[in-house]
């Protein structure tokens, strides 16, 4: 065969090539963000066919996401023009198991027609289990089970394999509920999501001959995001790549970000054990991301401990600082944003050109003095000053790198450099839409966002999960409050006439929609009829009785004047038992779930009533309907992996929500170090402008809380962080946090915490800054009073035991802040009343 050329080599570096060339054995490529890894996963597929070292179906390739593999594929056939026939299997593990086991599915006891259950379904399996087996389902739901199996799967343990270490779980009968489970899945022909790899894997183990053929089958094997997969998986490639060992691994340590589901990063730590003699792949050099969002990154990854610790560099410039902006609440931060985003459409912040304009102008007076003294070839000052003058500075970051080169080199900077530092905080340039990314920690966050983006009319799309309002828990809710505010709403009766459960079946179900049909009313008042007749019998018909009577009284209560319609929803809530329903339940997705009816409920107060706030609703789905224009990208930090986005915005970052309470719980730092992971993640998908913000208040259930900005705030190294102060009503960026605006509320639980606030680099910045520009009054202002007792309490030498930085000496004592040299943590200044003596 002639010799087809390789323009794709070409764009790749050495490292790269290297990784795509060595064609056989292992080969793992463990890397930073935005090395190109992917892209060089992308080419050796690619370099593969094209020296016809393997056909299409000899390959198979497996990426994280539908959309990765889809995005692959895309350009791989882009690549390849026109020169193959036919594409390798590429796809997640899921996807390819599920072609795998319609393949042989009769070897676990399937029909090749098997169905795949969703979780609902999953979960109603469950229930009847449980129920069958005379277990209390209050103290025992389906939930929990379910997140066990799950786990068990997610390690290939069959109801066989349980280790005996496991067997208290589920009140003891876990692992006999897990073989009745699977059970009842072959007899009913149907599997569930992690059926699909350990069956597979079975099938594997248990016939030699299966295995070998696909082994024959599959000569060469690509894995992206190797470090997200879970025992299940590894076990897979494992034993798929048993023969060849023509597999290639490419992750990276430090985005392991999905341990919660049972990925084990020590997969990754351990592929050169088991391949021995594998080729390892280091890629240096950062294609994504300007100097200062990597550096910033990193930075902040340097906390975790037993990294394997890479570093990046690149050729992309320093570019902008990270930028850092504190909010006064969870609004605020959407509406700025919002605002943010309407600038980039704009290509310039007006507000903050003319902060700088009067530099500006004694800038081009200095250019005009060296033209005229004839210092510096000239055309370069033209077109420095040409590119003021038209504004392409401002818009355009090629023009804004040369400005900056000329200007280093002229050594202007000495005398301007404050002035283009600041440049970066106000220099916006065109992004489409889709080139700009919000990600956020928790999907509730999300509701804020679309809630302003509706609001103003800009376009944007929720990627890997529904929209707010589109989620369960959401949309029962809703049809609690449609109910209350128009109770003949059959199709919201329908959906919550059994959640939470009330004994009301299928068939009861059925005789209300009868009654109904046959008097001619809405379900609501069939059900009422048919109570009065008698029709429905047993615990449904009390449940029932208390749900229209409920239904009834709480219309009532619309409109009252001493109840607001937060209140109600509230109440309905409460009342209506569906917040108990997701108090109780066990399983992981339920604290989210909590988490977004209180941002549901939060919402309301938008709203002068409910039936204004269902409208609005109805508006928001309406606006769902697909069109293919730009849009914003809004999505979780988890879906945002391997994603890139010229300008992202990382929303949200406060104690408690990122990191999450749960990983501050946690006794271990297991949980916090893959928070700092997702933090890395987050920040390394930006390539050009990357903001952070974070609110001093959110609203929880109607109580103000102050929020402390995040502990991973204080880890950004502050060189390259530019802190921006809001122009908005409240000046100062720490909302509650700071002293002299701690206005609304502070607890005392908080106090401890607020110490390390006024500690870290960015409360010291943002103080620096209100010094040098007035700011204008907070809702409240209280001054900071200085206790001088928590002080007095010390002298110089004292031992004590400060919560987060351990115990230390103090060296210094400064009004009501303590100079201490701590054990571990090195020399922090902080306030006395944090401090407690440490001679235990
Ligand atoms: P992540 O860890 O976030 O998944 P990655 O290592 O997979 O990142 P890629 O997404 O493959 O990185 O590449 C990041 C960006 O750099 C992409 O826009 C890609 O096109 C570009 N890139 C990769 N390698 C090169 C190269 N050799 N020359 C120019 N651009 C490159
Ligand atoms: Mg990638």
Avoid at 400 to 405: G, R
Avoid at 443 to 464: C, K, N, W
Avoid at 507 to 535: F, H, M, S, T, Y
Avoid at 738 to 760: C, F, H, L, M, W
Wanted: contains cysteine.
């Amino acid at each position: 065969m002639a010799a087809r050329p390789m323009p794709y080599l070409d764009e790749l570096n050495p490292a790269q090539r290297e990784a795509v060339e060595a064609l056989d054995g292992p080969v793992l490529m463990l890397a930073g963000a935005g090395t190109g890894k992917t892209k060089a996963l992308t080419a050796r597929i690619v370099h593969l066919l094209s020296t016809a070292r393997a056909a299409p179906n000899e390959i198979l390739a497996v990426t994280f996401t539908n959309k990765a593999a889809k995005e692959m594929k895309a350009r791989v056939g882009r690549m390849l023009g026109e020169h193959v026939e036919g594409m390798p299997w590429l796809g997640t593990f899921h996807a390819i198991c599920v072609k795998l086991l319609r393949r042989h599915a009769e070897l676990v006891g399937l029909k090749s027609s098997f169905t795949i259950l969703d979780t609902d379904d999953q979960i109603r399996l469950m229930k009847q289990l449980i129920r069958a087996n005379n277990i209390d389902e209050k103290r025992w739901p389906a939930r929990q089970l379910a997140g066990i199996i799950d786990n068990w799967k997610n390690r290939a343990w069959t109801p066989q394999n349980v280790p005996s270490a496991e067997s208290a779980a589920f009140n003891n009968r876990g692992t006999e509920l897990y073989d009745q489970y699977q059970r009842r899945l072959l007899e009913l022909n149907a599997v569930d999501f992690g059926d699909l790899l350990l069956h597979v894997v079975t099938i594997f183990q248990k016939h030699e001959d299966v295995l070998a053929q696909y082994q024959r089958w599959f000569r060469y094997i690509l894995v992206d995001e190797y470090q997200d997969t879970n025992v299940a998986q590894y076990l897979w490639l494992r034993l798929l790549a048993g023969g060849h060992r023509n597999i290639c691994c490419v992750g990276d340590d430090d985005q392991s970000i999905y341990g919660w589901r049972g990925a084990e990063v020590g997969n990754i730590l351990r592929f050169e054990k088991d391949f021995p003699g594998a080729k390892v792949v280091r890629l240096e050099q950062n294609y994504r991301s300007t100097e200062h969002i990597l550096a910033a990154a990193g930075g902040v990854i340097r906390g975790n401990e037993g990294r394997l610790g890479k570093e990046l560099w690149t050729e992309a410039g320093e570019g902008w600082k990270v930028r850092l902006i504190g909010h006064w609440d969870g609004e605020e931060e959407a509406r700025w944003i919002g605002e943010k985003i309407e600038d980039h459409q704009s290509g310039r912040s007006e507000e903050a050109k003319n902060r700088y304009n009067p530099r500006l102008n004694s800038f081009q007076q200095e250019l005009d003095r060296r033209a005229k003294s004839g210092l510096g070839p000239v055309d370069e000052h033209q077109y420095v000053r040409d590119a003021f003058e038209s504004g392409s500075v401002y818009s355009d970051m090629k023009t804004f790198n040369l400005v900056k080169q000329l200007l280093d080199r002229d050594k202007y900077s000495a005398r301007y450099g404050n002035m283009l530092g600041a440049l970066g905080d106000y220099v916006v340039h065109r992004f489409s839409l889709d080139e700009i990314a919000i990600l956020v920690r928790a999907s509730h966050q999300m509701r804020a966002f679309e809630d302003r983006f509706l609001t103003i009319g800009l376009p944007y799309r929720v990627i890997g999960g529904p929209r707010f309002y589109e989620r369960l828990e959401i949309r029962d809710a809703m049809a609690y409050f449609r109910l209350v505010v128009s109770p003949a709403d059959d199709l919201a009766f329908e959906r919550i006439v059994n959640t939470p459960k009330r004994g009301l079946g299928d068939k009861a179900q059925q005789k209300i929609q009868v009654c109904a049909r046959d008097n001619g009313v809405p379900l609501v008042e069939g059900a009422r009829i048919l109570l009065a007749e008698g029709g429905i019998g047993g615990k449904g018909a009390g449940e029932l009785r208390a749900l229209i009577d409920n239904l009834d009284r709480w219309g009532r209560m619309t409109g009252h004047a001493d109840l607001s319609h937060v209140e109600l929803a509230e109440q309905v809530l409460d009342e209506s038992g569906y917040t108990a329903m997701w108090q109780n339940d066990k399983t992981p997705e339920a604290p989210g779930r909590l988490e977004n009816l209180k941002e549901l409920v939060k919402a309301l107060e938008n709203f002068d009533n409910l039936q204004g706030f269902l409208e609005h609703v109805s508006l928001i789905m309406d606006n769902a309907s697909e069109d293919q224009g730009a849009k914003v990208s809004i999505m979780t930090l988890h879906a945002a992996k391997g994603l890139e986005f010229p300008a992202v915005f990382l929303p949200g970052w406060e104690d408690g929500l990122f990191p999450s309470q749960r990983s501050m719980d946690e006794s271990g730092p297991k949980g916090l170090e893959e928070e700092r992971r997702l933090a890395y993640v987050g920040i390394t998908r930006a390539e050009e402008v990357c903001t952070i913000s974070f609110a001093g208040n959110r609203r929880v259930f109607g109580q103000w809380q102050s929020q402390i900005p995040s502990r991973f705030i204080d880890e950004l190294p502050g060189e390259h962080v530019e802190v921006l102060t809001p122009p908005g009503l409240y000046g100062g960026g720490f909302g509650a946090a700071a002293p002299g605006y701690d206005g609304i509320q502070s607890t005392v639980d908080k106090r401890a915490s607020e110490a390390n606030v006024y500690n870290s680099p960015g409360w010291k910045r943002m103080q620096a800054r209100a010094g040098q520009r007035p700011m204008s009054q907070p809702r409240e202002t209280r001054s900071q009073v200085i206790d001088l007792e928590a002080v007095s309490r010390y002298t110089i030498g004292d031992r004590v035991f400060h919560q987060k930085f351990g115990y230390g000496a103090i060296t210094g004592i400064e009004g009501d802040k303590l100079d201490i040299d701590f054990e571990k943590a090195g020399t922090k200044k902080v306030v006395a009343k944090f401090v407690m003596a440490g001679d235990d």
